[in-house]
């Protein structure tokens, strides 16, 4: 019997091996000692480590069979098979994950990279730890640090899991429909530039609560008609997709969806009204929200979203590239709950930024970065909450809003890479508040400017 875990578990088993006095031995075999030690009815016999050479042929069996290690290869497999401490699990799990890899020095030197003398004990089990009846109950498993070359097939057997955390350098299975009771899917994709592409199973997995992907990856619905009956109304994150649709078909399926992110890759374009980003409006529990483009710098001559609108219970607002028109800031203003504002990147273009009354009434944090704004004029209804500013490499504006000044729950102006009429208005409004007897405001001025005014 192979891999006893638990002196319970043996209990258990050896009531169906009584000693008849008929010579027959039952072999058993376990990592833990307290286990071997109860279990044993006379010595124990204790495995050697490998030695550095046998752990070397052990791998190079593993990779490649009765084959030869190229020689090119020789020297980083060999400090990756010292890594594994003697211990043949280690070895052989490493040389399963190597032997469905690219054979190449840059693939086997970041497995060593990520491999060492401490970890490797622990984090390598996971691979083969799948498989033993015991894991078959595991409902949590984030292998985040271990990076796979395909998806562990045996993964897909853990039926029980909620949470499961991985990364990997090819796509998510089908078979990951399978994973029925999942709450949340972190997914890593690794060394690639392909972007991935989630199977459509997703949209019938109705438990998943969470799901979050790094770098972004496409969503795969175009199979989803309006007659389908998926609905995946557990869902509160979906973080990051790529040239997500928001058609109403789509947008019905997420009803209770808290948090959003997607980028739009300029270089695969179709058009914005393609996308109908107006639809976002009836997502209801939306939160928190990231808009942001990918390549927009390379084609210049992308036009703006012409159609834009947002649920009002939206608190936190981020947007990158997405070159929007002063109209567009207007909407963003008038949202009563936004706390959070981001905009980045030429989120919006034009020389002049005028809100109007009553605009940006609960907002908190305003991030403006890498803007073109050059006039920036506001009074006193403007930004009544307004605790942080942060402005960054916006070169063209002359100064912040005297305005600012009258903000008394302002804590922190910061400016970096601006030009130097902007950073004097900026200690302006702090001597101001002084005045006032209002010595909470803390001013950041980048100490290595350059003086652009």
Known sequence: MDDMWDTEIWDAVRRSFPDDGNGSRVLLTTRISVVAEYANSCSSYHMRFLSEE?????????????????LELEEIGKEISRKCGGLPLSVVAIGGLLSKASRTQEYWRSVGNNLNAVATEVDVWCVEIFVYLRFRLLRVLDVVVIHFHEFPAEVIELVNLRYLAFTCAWQVPPSILKLQNLETLVYHKWKSQQCPLLP?????MPKLRHLWVTPSCFLDHAQLLPNNSFLLENLQTLSEVRNFKCSSNIIKRIPNLRKLKISYDVSLFESWSSYQLENLITLHKLETLTLRTENSCHIPDVVHPEKLAFPLQLRKLTLSGLRLMSRNLNIIGALPNLEVLKLRRN???GPEWRPIEGEFCQLKFLLLEGLDIVQWIADDTHFPCLQNLIIRSCCRLKEIPSCFGNIYTLELIELVDCRSTALISAKQIQRELQCLENYQLEVRLNPGLTDRG
């Open 54 to 70: 046998n752990s070397w042929n052990l791998l190079c069996r593993k990779v490649f069979g009765e084959g030869a290690c190229p």
């Open 347 to 349: 989120a919006c273009q």
């Open 200 to 204: 459509r199973d997703i949209w019938v």
